[in-house]
């Protein structure tokens, strides 16, 4: 890989057929270069708070910690294109201005309803699209690879990870079985004979699939020639990582299961998942280095139609741009939710006959964060008890969205385990169901979003009511609701939710909205 480096660096960086005295290519290449930093600080000035955020995941996430050298590779690349970029001129490409403007508005979108991904996503874009814009198709072609590699610096993909843990569990279990170990399986955790084991956010594997993906990517690039091959190589760049940790994971239980837990574990189980996925890399690398393309002598004097450009036409694109980023920079301070101290309270909701507080009965609280007040209340009624938690949001900025991943249904992970999820029609409406272990024993838990009069399950539904209801109402109050049942018997423990919610889910949304008309 590193050979391939060194000749792709000298094929590019070498100049044929140029004349260095031809009028009109003189400091060409430093002209193309210096255009190519001005737009690259004109977006940081105009993205900052976006880019801020980005570099704070890089720093304090694993899964985006690639992200810090995506912009360092992506100039190197550049460099490295010094020979083309050294004998073409940038002209600007106006067909380019409405994708532009599209990616600015659906940035506008994500700071407005504080949806990261989205925001970042578009706000590499823009980068992207502006670039293109004031060079042009032709001068963009020369660097379209290490432009379109900046999109590695959006933290975008934890949506996988659910998924992810998922076929890793089913897999693990079901290749446990193949080699004859007994195993009894609960949702992501799994039971052997001489220990218990589960599958976690950081055995999803989605920290190898993003890392292998960017690594594979780039070396696609600079191994192959062929279109075809780059993107077969991408493809399994994608999918080996995927299968390998499959493997990582059953191999992980394995030896456990055959050291008696002395091996695998702590530490170990660490060690071993990094060091078995490298070694599954560098292989992956070894056989793709068999189909190497030979390096391309690059004809740059085919660029030289694009050296008479006038100067009036680049600088009337670098004012669009300017002009683009100056008006994007003003929206995005106009829309951006801004945090506020608002607390918010509400007292327990008086509930039908016969259904009394039972002060003695510790409520079930989820990892919620963010809200703007919270209540947690214990009912019974007779021998039946029901825990209801209403965690209440509103004026939602960065650090205070109902729908966030951080919201996690366990209360604590090293002690509570969730062995079953489903979609469940409610008396309310579409609602969540899961199943959890814990200290306490088994619990049935029902949540969902409550946005205005809305009912709703789906995390993507509830983030597009938010907005709708921001946009029509210019507001985005809600609550996300969770009654907690326990028992073993699952469906005992339905009959009762039913019934509690037929006769109180009037009251409970009567008790919400009080709190938000207060508030107003």
């Known amino acids: ?23 009109g290519e003189r400091g060409m290449l430093a002209h193309n270069l210096g255009l190519l930093l001005i737009l690259l600080l004109g977006w940081l000035l105009a993205f900052w708070p976006s880019f801020r955020d980005m570099a704070e995941l890089w720093m304090r996430s694993g899964t985006f910690a690639h992200g810090m050298v ?3 590779i992506s100039a190197y690349l550049i460099w490295t294109r010094r020979g083309p970029l050294n004998a073409v001129a940038p002209q600007p490409a106006w067909s380019m201005l409405l994708p532009l403007v ?25 980068l992207v699209l502006l670039v293109w814009l004031c060079v042009g198709h032709r001068f963009f072609r020369v660097i379209a690879f290490p432009m379109l590699f900046l999109f590695f610096m959006a933290p975008a993909g934890d949506f996988l990870v659910p998924t992810m843990m998922d076929y890793t569990a089913e897999f693990t279990v079901r290749a446990l079985r193949l080699t004859g170990v007994p195993v009894f399986q609960e949702g992501h955790y799994f039971v052997v004979p001489n220990g218990r084991w589960s599958v976690v956010e950081a055995c999803s594997g989605i920290r190898y699939l993003i890392a292998s993906f960017m690594v594979g990517t780039l070396y696609a690039y600079l ?12 493809v399994v760049a994608l999918l080996v990582p995927v299968i390998a940790n499959w493997f990582r994971a059953y191999m992980i239980v394995l030896i456990g299961y055959l050291s008696n ?72 301070a106009m829309v951006r939710p801004t945090n ?23 409520v079930f609280r989820p990892d919620y964060h963010g809200f703007r007040g919270e209540s947690g209340t214990v009912y019974r009624r007779d021998s039946d008890v029901v825990s209801l938690y209403v965690a209440l949001y509103a004026d939602q900025a960065p650090g205070h969205e109902m729908v966030a991943w951080s919201n996690q249904l366990r209360p604590e992970r090293k002690t509570w385990r969730i062995v079953e999820e489903a979609d469940d029609a409610m008396p309310v409406g579409q609602t969540n169901y899961a199943r959890l272990i814990g200290p306490a024993g088994a619990l049935n838990i029902w949540h969902w979003y409550r946005i205005g009069e809305h009912v709703e399950g789906n995390d993507y539904l509830a983030t597009f009511r938010i907005a709708l209801r ?32 037929e006769e109180n889910h009037g009251q409970i949304g009567h008790a919400i909205d009080a709190v938000f008309e207060a508030k107003d």
């Open 1 to 23: 890989m590193f050979d391939r480096l060194t000749n792709s660096m000298t094929t590019d960086s070498m100049p044929i057929d140029v004349k260095e005295n031809e009028p």
């Open 70 to 72: 995506v912009l360092p």
């Open 102 to 126: 599209v990616a600015i508005v659906i940035w506008c979108a994500g700071v407005a309803f504080s949806i990261a991904s989205v925001e970042h996503l578009a706000a590499t874009a823009v």
């Open 223 to 234: 191994s192959y020639r062929s279109l075809i091959k780059r993107a077969m190589f991408i």
């Open 261 to 332: 837990n002395e091996l695998a574990v702590g530490v170990d189980h660490l060690i071993y998942g990094w060091v078995f996925f490298g070694v599954v890399i560098m292989v992956m690398f070894w056989i793709g280095n068999r189909w190497v393309d030979p390096d391309e002598v690059q004809q740059v004097h085919g660029w030289k139609g694009q050296t008479g450009t006038p100067r009036a036409t680049v600088l009337l694109g670098v004012v669009v741009v300017v002009l683009l980023l100056a008006m994007t920079a003003w929206a995005g």
């Open 340 to 362: 506020s101290d608002l607390q918010l309270g509400m007292s327990p909701p008086a509930l039908a006959e016969g259904w009394d507080v039972d002060p003695d009965t510790q």
């Open 470 to 501: 921001r946009l029509s109402l210019g507001r985005d109050d809600g609550a996300h609701l969770v009654i907690a049942v326990p028992g073993d018997d699952k469906a005992e423990a339905r009959k009762l939710a039913v019934a509690f919610l």
